[in-house]
């Protein structure tokens, strides 16, 4: 298990934004990834809605195993624990849910048109650039052995330019450029940790409907018959998108066939809306 060093001061700008949020908070200037942070102190027993935020990582994950590069004072490094009691059915839903909150939490802050990409960034434009990530990982078993006691929700999201590598300027964008001016951090934080609390609420009290049909909402532009590709066992694939099931699942249609098939994990690539 990762160890738990004794956090570091935080920022005042930060204190007085999360002044109303009773869950812990743990500020780091450098960490090696906040994920893995959050799952030793939900391991640990840490309460729902503890989370970590980090000026930098050294190890900082994205999905498929991706590293996510996180300089110092570039981007917001944030991973929050979600503890799973009362929402056993909508676990899977859990990254789209986290999607609308932080698509959410900056369309009020910035009035930036965030689109969502299934299953879990945040772009904009056209062709699309991306914004943001989110990771989930799961931790621990929950009572009945068949859902995790706990899930870490990382939220990364680009404040500045030198938040992405010059490798990948062309298809990813940060904050600063796309708003002309920085946002505070410490505001996107207390909005994203405000609208997670809110939407994960949502799903607790049965409206999980609502919450997938705003996710639909928000990324339109990729779920009516785009033009994708993936890949999966039986191998490289071309066809569209016809929509997004209930469990999250990324429905789409093989080219040449009325075959439809469900995506519930791997890689997709919108020919139309992405640029490679």
């Given at each position: 298990?990762?160890?738990i060093p004794p956090?570091?001061?935080?920022?005042t700008?930060?204190?007085?934004a999360?002044?109303?949020?009773s869950?812990?908070?743990?500020?780091y200037?450098?960490?090696?990834?906040t994920?893995?942070?959050a799952?030793?102190?939900?391991?640990?027993g840490?309460p729902?809605?503890?989370?970590?935020?980090?000026?930098l990582?050294?190890?900082?994950?994205?999905?498929?195993?991706?590293?996510?590069?996180?300089?110092?004072?570039?981007?917001?490094?944030?991973?929050?624990?979600?503890?799973?009691?009362?929402?056993?059915?909508?676990?899977?839903?859990?990254?789209?849910?986290?999607?609308v909150?932080?698509?959410?939490?900056?369309?009020?802050?910035s009035?930036?048109?965030?689109?969502?990409k299934?299953?879990?960034?945040?772009?904009?434009?056209?062709?699309?650039?991306?914004?943001?990530?989110?990771?989930?990982?799961?931790?621990?078993?929950?009572?009945t052995?068949a859902?995790?006691?706990a899930?870490?929700?990382?939220?990364?999201?680009?404040?500045?330019?030198?938040?992405?590598?010059?490798?990948?300027?062309?298809?990813?964008?940060?904050?600063?450029?796309?708003?002309?001016?920085?946002?505070?951090?410490?505001?996107?934080?207390?909005?994203?940790?405000?609208?997670?609390?809110?939407?994960?609420?949502?799903?607790?009290?049965?409206?999980a409907t609502?919450?997938?049909d705003?996710?639909?909402?928000l990324?339109q532009?990729?779920?009516?018959r785009?033009?994708?590709r993936?890949?999966?066992?039986?191998?490289?694939?071309?066809g569209?998108?016809?929509?997004?099931?209930?469990?999250?699942?990324?429905?789409?249609?093989?080219?040449?066939?009325?075959?439809?098939?469900?995506?519930?994990?791997?890689?997709?690539?919108w020919?139309?809306?992405?640029?490679?």
């Amino acid at each position: 298990m990762t160890a738990i060093p004794p956090p570091d001061v935080c920022p005042t700008e930060l204190i007085d934004a999360l002044a109303a949020r009773s869950a812990p908070f743990y500020f780091y200037e450098r960490v090696a990834s906040t994920n893995d942070l959050a799952l030793a102190l939900a391991a640990s027993g840490a309460p729902h809605g503890t989370a970590v935020l980090a000026d930098l990582q050294d190890a900082g994950r994205g999905r498929l195993g991706r590293t996510w590069w996180s300089p110092p004072g570039a981007g917001m490094y944030l991973s929050v624990v979600v503890r799973t009691e009362g929402l056993a059915p909508y676990v899977p839903l859990l990254t789209l849910t986290s999607g609308v909150a932080l698509a959410t939490a900056l369309r009020s802050l910035s009035g930036l048109p965030v689109e969502l990409k299934w299953p879990n960034d945040l772009v904009i434009g056209r062709p699309w650039r991306k914004l943001a990530g989110i990771l989930c990982e799961a931790t621990g078993l929950g009572t009945t052995g068949a859902v995790p006691d706990a899930v870490v929700v990382g939220m990364g999201m680009n404040l500045q330019r030198s938040a992405y590598p010059a490798d990948i300027a062309d298809r990813a964008t940060s904050i600063a450029e796309e708003c002309g001016q920085d946002l505070s951090r410490a505001a996107i934080v207390a909005a994203a940790l405000a609208e997670l609390d809110r939407n994960v609420d949502r799903l607790k009290s049965g409206q999980a409907t609502a919450v997938l049909d705003e996710w639909r909402t928000l990324a339109q532009a990729g779920l009516d018959r785009a033009p994708v590709r993936w890949r999966d066992y039986e191998g490289a694939h071309r066809g569209m998108t016809m929509g997004l099931d209930q469990d999250g699942a990324l429905r789409v249609r093989r080219a040449g066939t009325e075959t439809e098939t469900r995506l519930v994990s791997g890689e997709v690539v919108w020919e139309m809306l992405t640029r490679e």
